[in-house]
């Protein structure tokens, strides 16, 4: 089945340093989405990649699907103590979803 | 609407104890989905539905059984819980249709197995 590594697993800025986390995949995925689940919470639905080179913004948050579509980024600039959790992407099809393992980010005010 | 609700939130069980976790869904999506979450895992798909009367295991399947009775609800039991079903229970679903749909989440279940 689809899996993906993601890494780091961790990594520990401080405030208003740029952060990015990959996501890495042996097969061509048909599309990728990106969670991120604060401490104790659920994982919350962040933006889905679908065309091959996709690059979408959402204010300091930068996704990218890679070309081959067997990678994809977060990277989040200037982070914010706002940003801290982990930040997991997922392939998806038929409605299942498989998770990478997540980056957990910390942020030092 | 409430989106997807689990039940219960907090639940400490006695090893070869059984239960259900409760998950029910009113945005009427066809894909439902339970995942466990350990420490440094990730989130784990235990088992998953396409829709009513259909379902399929995901990655660890084994001391858990589903069934999808109808739309709305998709409850996960553990016939026989053991220590190692120790974990945080996540219950999605999704609007299925044309793949990568939005997926959402409850707000999880912690099981602790003593």
């Known amino acids: 089945g689809q899996q993906v590594m993601q890494i780091p697993q961790y990594q520990h800025v401080q405030e208003g340093e740029d952060f990015t986390t990959y996501c890495n995949s042996s097969?061509?995925?048909?599309?990728i989405q990106w969670y991120k689940q604060r401490p104790g919470g659920h994982p919350v639905f962040l933006i889905q990649?679908?065309?091959?080179?996709e690059v979408k913004k959402q204010k300091r948050l930068t996704f990218q699907f890679g070309e081959a579509k067997k990678n994809s980024s977060l990277h989040i600039t200037a982070t914010q103590t706002t940003d801290v959790g982990t930040y997991f992407c997922?392939?998806?099809?038929?409605?299942?979803?498989?998770f990478g393992q997540g980056t957990e980010l910390s942020v030092k005010p | 609407n409430a989106g997807v609700t689990q039940t219960p939130k907090f639940q400490v069980l006695k090893t070869g104890q059984s239960m259900t976790l409760q998950c029910a869904q009113d945005?009427?999506?066809?894909?439902m989905s339970w995942y466990r979450q350990d420490p440094g895992m990730g989130l784990r798909l235990i088992h998953y539905?396409?829709?009513?009367?259909?379902?399929d295991q995901g990655e660890v399947p084994n001391g858990y059984n589903v069934s999808r009775s109808t739309t709305e609800d998709f409850p996960l039991r553990l016939l026989s819980a053991a220590p190692s079903q120790t974990s945080v229970y996540f219950c999605?679903?999704?609007?299925?249709?044309?793949?990568?749909?939005?997926?959402?989440f409850g707000e999880g279940s912690w099981l602790t197995v003593v």
């Open positions: 999605a679903s999704s609007g299925g249709g044309y793949s990568g749909n939005t997926i959402y």
């Open positions: 097969t061509t995925l048909s599309n």
């Open positions: 990649l679908v065309k091959s080179g």
């Open positions: 997922a392939p998806s099809g038929g409605g299942k979803l498989i």
């Open positions: 945005m009427n999506h066809e894909y």
């Open positions: 539905s396409v829709g009513a009367g259909i379902t």
